[in-house]
């Protein structure tokens, strides 16, 4: 345990640290989420102001710091937009990297509370367990205007902002969780023609795991190992001949996407779909 | 507040409740489990299902269709136990898979914890799937469902809807799906809730409510909101993109929007995200009184303006 974990159980410390909640300085977690600007598809960032909604009485504009990282994990852009209250910010890959790239990758939303809201965090119920996160939304179209979106569900672990630095610090240094993880949606076989699983890294450390394809049983059919540092990602494709031989031999009606273990509390995949020669489509594992 | 509840009918210990896109032409399939694999409340499930058609009577309970372990999932094709039960869909029709603990079957009703029927909730995610196989869609949502609209465990029933997500182009409508439901099928209590499109920059383009029967599943076309406002080329122009902000003063309703391709049938399909997700601590006394100056702020203002109701309701 580290000499500030031991510090925050003294009593003195725990007013002290009241106090700094109090005066705004609340712990802020940056959701992070996968973009794929590539293969004839485009994503587009949707996230609101809503700051509008909770704090009614404070109607200002909020500033949304954004990142954009490769799937290698390499900064590609990073800006800062306002967003009115009670507004949105919808952005092209463009508008974030000034070029409309060929790329994938994780994206990252900071959203910066207005200075009067801030103090006015104290209001919230039991400010000592209180965390302010930043969700958003990215869609994904092709060039028929076949939408896919799927909200983010994870934040980037590794750092914490909000909060006084000590703190940031030592949440952003909390141990993964890193267990297994099942998908509980079976995906029928018969129609199926992709199947791809975005792995991505929401975590501070390096981490490896394994993308399976079970039975609806928990057997495994299929894996392929990936090892990714830091905000990496990676889409994995299953071979179009795996899922040929699955419906030839018609053992298997359906099958599940599974990870040996997610790299982060929460980072479960998104797996992209295509049945029956129809458009993709998208969900979170 | 006890951790104990009493009364409380086995049907609604651990339920799915999802709509039914008959209406619009798309077969519904669930996914559902029985995630909780270990611990003191993980126990064996009976499966039955609940119809209720478009305006919210309940057409039938069905007999136990699966037996599901600990860990067990299951797929189910609504069209298939439709087709068994000789109904023919009509509208929009709502469906509920019960899992009722096998200790519980045949009891009208049981005294459960909180604390159990939130294990059970907490641990796994129901995929609904919205089909057209001739033109490969298949395509869903995951979601987790606690009781809704019972005093017992709602101190208030309200809900605050905030879903940047409504994209409209000349081949695409964004539907926001509403569904009213509660912990007994004789619930009887209507949902109203009053919404705005606002747009990018945070104007108000267009105010419209819908009214949602108990057991029932109402959508809310943005397209068909821009069409009766005479917006709906000035919008496409302008990006076609924009938020509905929507507040329930009366329920608690479940939102699922969808973005669908009118051609193609494509549909993006998620849930919004509650307020939790923004403030972790978010609720109580705070959520109310927050709801209610954002009533008074960005809702009470505009209550002179002629309401439009904005229902698309397939038959």
């Known amino acids: 345990m580290s000499a500030l974990s031991t510090l925050m159980k003294n009593p003195v410390a725990q007013g002290s640290y009241r106090k700094l909640l109090e005066s705004g300085f609340v712990p802020r977690r940056a959701f992070a989420h996968y973009f794929m600007n590539t293969a004839g598809i485009r994503s587009r960032v949707h996230l609101q102001n809503y700051y509008s909604m909770f704090f009614p009485d404070d109607l200002t504009p909020v500033d949304a710091r954004v990142w954009l990282y490769d799937s290698r994990g390499s900064l590609l852009a990073h800006r800062t937009f306002s967003i009115p209250a009670f507004g949105q910010l919808y952005l092209e890959i463009r508008d974030i990297a000034g070029e409309d790239l060929d790329s994938e990758g994780m994206i990252v939303v900071d959203v910066v509370p207005p200075k009067a809201t801030k103090h006015n965090l104290k209001t919230l119920p039991n400010i000592q367990a209180l965390t302010v996160q930043t969700p958003f939304w990215v869609s994904y179209r092709d060039d028929d205007d076949n939408y896919m979106y799927v909200h983010s569900i994870e934040v980037y672990r590794g750092r914490v902002f909000g909060a006084v630095w000590p703190v940031n610090q030592m949440l952003a240094r909390a141990p993964q969780a890193r267990e297994p993880w099942e998908s509980w949606r079976l995906l029928d076989v018969n129609l199926l023609d992709e199947l791809q699983v975005v792995v991505m890294n929401h975590s501070a450390t390096t981490g490896t795991t394994r993308v399976k394809v079970i039975s609806p049983d928990g057997g495994e059919l299929w894996s392929h190992e990936v090892t990714l540092n830091s905000r990496e990602s990676r889409r994995v494709v299953v071979p179009t001949e795996k899922i040929e031989e699955w419906r030839k031999t018609g053992t298997h009606e359906s099958v599940r996407v599974a990870l040996s273990s997610i790299l982060s509390d929460n980072g479960k995949p998104y797996v992209l779909l295509r049945y029956g020669d129809g458009p993709l489509s998208m969900h979170h594992g | ?315």
Not at chain 2, 1 to 29: N, Q, W
Not at chain 2, 168 to 191: G, K, M, R, W
Not at chain 2, 251 to 261: A, E, H, K, R
Not at chain 2, 294 to 312: N, P
């Open chain 2, 1 to 315: 507040m006890s951790d104990v509840v009493e009364d409380f009918d086995p049907l609604f210990y651990r339920p799915c409740i999802f709509p039914i896109l008959s209406g619009y032409s798309y077969g519904t399939a669930i996914t559902v489990n029985n995630g909780l694999r270990t611990g003191p409340y993980a126990t064996d499930f009976q499966l039955s299902l609940s119809f209720f058609d478009n305006s919210g009577k309940h057409v039938v309970t069905t007999d136990v269709l699966h037996e599901l372990t600990p860990g067990d999932i299951v797929k189910i094709d609504t069209r298939d136990v439709l087709k068994k039960l000789k109904i023919t869909p009509r509208g929009n029709m709502l469906g509920i898979a019960h899992m009722v603990p096998t200790r519980f079957a045949g009891k009208e009703l049981v005294t459960v914890t909180r604390g159990e029927l939130m294990a059970h909730v907490s641990s796994s995610d129901d995929f609904i799937e919205f089909r057209q196989e001739p033109k490969g869609v298949i395509t869903g949502v995951a979601y987790q469902m606690g009781p809704q609209n019972d005093d017992r465990f709602n101190k208030t029933r309200t809900t605050l809807l905030q879903a940047p997500k409504a994209i409209v182009t000349p081949t695409v409508d964004t539907l926001f799906a509403l569904i009213n439901a509660s912990t007994s099928i004789q619930y009887e209590d209507v949902a109203h809730m009053e919404f705005w499109l606002v747009d990018p920059a945070g104007n108000k383009v267009a105010r419209g409510e819908v009214t949602v029967p108990p057991w029932s599943c109402r959508f809310v076309s943005v397209r068909d909101l821009l069409v009766q406002n005479n917006l709906l080329d000035e919008f496409i122009a302008q990006g076609g993109l924009g938020m509905i902000v929507g507040l329930s003063r009366d329920s608690g309703l479940v939102p699922i929007s969808m973005t669908m391709n009118l051609e193609t049938g494509a549909i993006a399909c998620d849930h919004t995200l509650p307020p939790v997700y923004y403030f972790t601590t978010w609720g109580g006394q705070r959520r109310i009184e927050a709801n209610a100056r954002l009533y008074d702020t960005f809702f009470a203002d505009s209550a002179g303006l002629q309401l439009e109701e904005v229902l698309r309701v397939s038959a």
